[in-house]
């Protein structure tokens, strides 16, 4: 399946009279996907509690936080001025602001260049040249590999591009130790395999957003049965590899209570998906969003425990 093909991104005027101040602030922060990232430093900053073994200095913590912000904005700024186009064919984006034109396609790209660059600079700077490295990396496999390269291309897309979004853990684990372990990459191979069952069940709600787009993700070109059968395959191997950490990153007891409570609930909600999609169950009753949110719940849960951990040895 190749990219649609291209259309002006702007159904508003770019005029002054329709950009006033204020809603032009609010796009440049839209630009930046808040929501998103939000999910990226709850895996970040526990991290860096596992590192530490305790409390990080709380001037880093920030300061990470300031640069992983930057950059991630970065990365999503620049993802929006290249999908503008496919932005405006689906219900879900019509909204943003290169589609509103409340943000012309040029401001976006070099907003995204300069976010890219300061944030690089910001954490060789204030935290480390390893940790800029990485943030970097994560940005460039975002932009060049998941939203160029694998989006439009493949129904295996958000699988590999997910490995842009496990790189906090790599971030946050770096500005603290000047290093890498077993323990962040035991976080990263969770995040891997967490990421496919958590955008699939929304690929599933919005597959014909993203069939009228052009892009190829695995619910519209595979059945619901399908799709759910590798959602169970991959959360599987996700509450193995979160086990891994117990032994690898010495946690106490508590961790992998934890990660077998959640996992179960996790695996509860993916097979009844399953279940469902196997009987046939379309539409509101298909219920695939239930697994969505919970996902999200489950990441915050468990890096939340990770923060805790080191207190309780």
Known sequence: MTAV?????????????????????????????????????????????????????????????VGGYLSAGGANALNMYIDRDIDALMHRTERRPLVTGMVSPREALWFGIALAV?????????VNVLSAGLSLAALLFYVFVYTLGLKRRTS??????????????????AAVTNSLAWSPVVLFLVIFFWTPPHYWPLSMKVKDDYANAGVPMLPVLASNEA?????VGYSWVMVAVS?????????SW?????????GAFWLKEAHGLLARAKAGVVGAKLKEMRLFHWSITYLTLLFVEIAIDPFLK
């Open 254 to 262: 508590l961790y992998p209570v934890s990660a077998v409570l959640l």
């Open 243 to 251: 086990l891994a950490l117990w032994p690898l990153g010495h946690t």
């Open 156 to 173: 295996q897309n958000i699988v590999w591009g997910g490995i842009a979004g496990c790189m906090p853990v790599f971030i946050g684990w």
């Open 118 to 126: 300061g944030s690089t600079l910001w954490f060789a700077a204030f």
């Open 227 to 231: 799709v759910a059968k590798q959602i």
């Open 5 to 65: 093909e291209s259309r002006p991104a702007g159904v508003v005027p770019a005029t002054p009279g329709h950009r006033p101040l204020a809603a032009r602030v609010g796009a440049f922060v839209a630009l930046t996907k808040p929501r998103i990232i939000e999910l990226l430093l709850i895996t970040t900053v526990p991290v860096m509690f596992l590192a530490q073994r305790g409390v990080p200095d709380l001037l880093l913590v920030l300061t990470v936080v």
